[in-house]
């Protein structure tokens, strides 16, 4: 399996970081978390069949144990500490892969001390690649807890190793190069009645047997490329292995039915089934950016459901249920008192409450039905928006929420609609009316926090808020645009009301409508918000989440507008995301009107794209997995801002140059974050800077940036990036209709 932790550790020095975090609300299946050993390399600890003792494999140089040994610890003594460790090896040579007997008086371990009592060395790193030994010498010994050796089980030449045996107590099975690749074997109890299971080329191994005792969970390393393929037998010539790339397999013990359970790329190993076997518990390194960086993740047999288990330290790996499903010990560099070290855990296994888990069917079913042709886009003020109120309204009901105010979840408000981009707001603008959903879900906490999406988007293009020319009449279904953030709000309610945990806060689940009239739906709403639930601490807003792309790029807006953002966004973020953060409480959505009201916001977003604003932002352009993921990180991002004792608020600063360190450059305007065909509208100009120097004022209308067409926010942020401090550059603006170029030095 893994033979060297210590190797591990050397390598995973390098990136040693010791987080201070507080794991409150994210490892939620492991309850009474205990230390059980303190120094030194521990690790693959098993549990014996009444669950009473485990053997593990240590070495600690300061303890004088240089070369690893099998160790037994008994769970019944008072207190946890390395002082509970017995050795049950022989103290020579180098062991491995330990694993209790049916009787639990015997272990099962593998050895080289017959063939020299010198502890082998490790073979160094090659080429920058880590490496594993699998020595020859290794044979796999039945041993009492004395540490005498009873049996020698194997005697070919060649790796065997890994050895564990069915709970059945029927059969032992271990991996060996016997056959001239590294294979997973069986034997009877007594070592006869040897069988092949597996024969894939590559390393099959670090087996275990399902509760069942009839299925074998394993990782395995297939190299594909004939590449691939001559440096597998090369280093296998030479007794080691690359384990960079392993996926999860299942097989019937006759090693009929291989199933590949994982198909996530990089490292996953150490790979045991579930008291019920139904799911398999693994160690996995797929999401970290950097290589080492080992969290335990769960997986049901078939595939599905993948789910991140711990969310501490750099390692998390060798998890093993105990028999009786009640505890579950690992190995991990959490807590650690010195770097290098890794101690075994155990903790209370609790189940994962299924509530709390994203029904993609349900993010299917609201988004379809949102932007669908029947809603007609949704336009503000329009028989679209007021069915989606009703949809919406009666989802809230069925959740058994209350109103946020009032006796239904209606909140209705007026406002002037421009019904040309050109138009100024007057007086003789005509009226619309629209209607924002809130509910409130109150679990008796000192703190609330708002969950909100807007729910309108642009009709037919009455509004002219298209970026497709000559549009109107085209249904605008607005499935990214915002079906998506709808879709994580309600599933957000549902899984924060049905769950069996009361978070520490309480939550109001806010649809807003006339956001793409200019955030009218939020504002009206922030205007009430502190008066009506004075405690209010964040509002989380989700805007755009259905489009993430294969590189997993999405953006965490208003992450400076409480110092507590940033570590919770970096630690709660999915596996693999590339999320970049921005501070400022300001952009083109409503957690706006909130930061406005002096209240810390979160913004998510999966990006702008080609369909943005066109007839074309469909359903079947959504990335379910995506949003999928996206609900969960808000999920847990929900979780710990309940969980924090005090969310303090910061003011971001407002201009977009100076809070995008991207950007090398500012103009010195204030745009207008809400959409218009015809370019960037100018909100405010800063006394002397670039853009009031150059003679550009509020209400002018941006239209070029050098020789970049500008025409919205996004073109404008994009032409900033690309812009050097001191270059000067003509912008083309319109002004009451006419065209103007001016000359702008950028700084
Ligand atoms: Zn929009």
Known sequence: MYPNISKLNSFAKFFFILLSLNAV?????????QKLTNGGDNAEAYFSPNSSLLTLQVSN??????????????????????????LISTGKGRTTCSYFMPDGKHIIYASTHASSEACPAP??????????????????????????????????????????????GKKIAFTSTRSGDLELW??????????????????????FFSHDSKKLVFRSSRPKTEKDIKEYKDL???????????????CNVDGTDVKQVTHLGKANWAPFFSPNDKKIIFSSNHHSTRGYDFQLYMIDVDGSNLKQITWESEFNAFPMFSPDGKKLVWSSNRQQTAARETNVFIADWV??????????????????????????????GSVGEQKAADYISAQFKALGLKPYSGKTYLQKFDYKVRLSPNDSITDKSETNNGRNVIAYLDNKAAKTIVIGAHYDHLGLNEHNNSTKPNSKGEIHNGADDNASGVSGVLELARM???????EKANYIFALFSGEEDGLIGSKHMAETLKTLYPNVVAMINMDMIGRLSDKKEMIVGGVGTSPEFKKLVEKNKPAGFNVTTEDSGIGPTDHTSFYLKDISVLNFFTGTHGDYHKPSDDTDKINFTGVKNIVEFVFRMA???????????????????????????TMGIMPDYSEHPDGLHVDGVTENRPAQVAGIKEGDVITKIGTTTIKDVYNYMEALGKINPGDELEVTYVRDGETKVTKVKFE
Request: net charge negative; glycine share 6%; with cysteine.
């Open 61 to 86: 140089p300061k303890a004088n144990i240089l070369c690893d040994q099998i160790y037994m610890y008994d769970l019944q003594s008072k207190s946890y500490s390395s002082e509970n460790l017995k």
């Open 123 to 168: 073979p160094k790193p090659r080429e920058g690649k880590y490496l594993w030994a699998v020595y020859p010498e290794f044979d796999i010994y039945i041993a009492d807890l004395n540490g005498n050796i009873v049996k020698q089980l194997t005697n070919t030449p060649g790796y065997d190793a890994e050895a564990v045996v069915s709970p059945d």
């Open 236 to 250: 296998l010539a030479e007794n080691v292995v690359a384990p960079t790339e392993m996926e999860i397999y299942t």
């Open 496 to 502: 924060l009301t049905k769950n069996k945990t009361t």
């Open 351 to 380: 189940d994962s409450d299924e509530t709390e888990n994203v029904k993609p069917e349900l993010l299917n079913k609201h988004i379809s039905y949102l932007a669908s042709d029947e809603l007609k886009g949704r336009l503000t």
């Open 639 to 665: 979780n710990d801002v309940a969980d924090l004792d005090k969310l303090e608020f910061t003011k971001t600063k407002a201009n977009a140059g100076k809070t995008r360190p991207k950007y090398k450059v």
């Open 25 to 33: 609300g994210q490892e939620k299946n492991l309850k009474n978390i």
């Open 186 to 207: 069986t034997m009877d109890i007594d070592g006869s009645n040897l069988k092949q299971v597996t024969n894939g080329l590559g390393y099959d191994g670090g087996s």
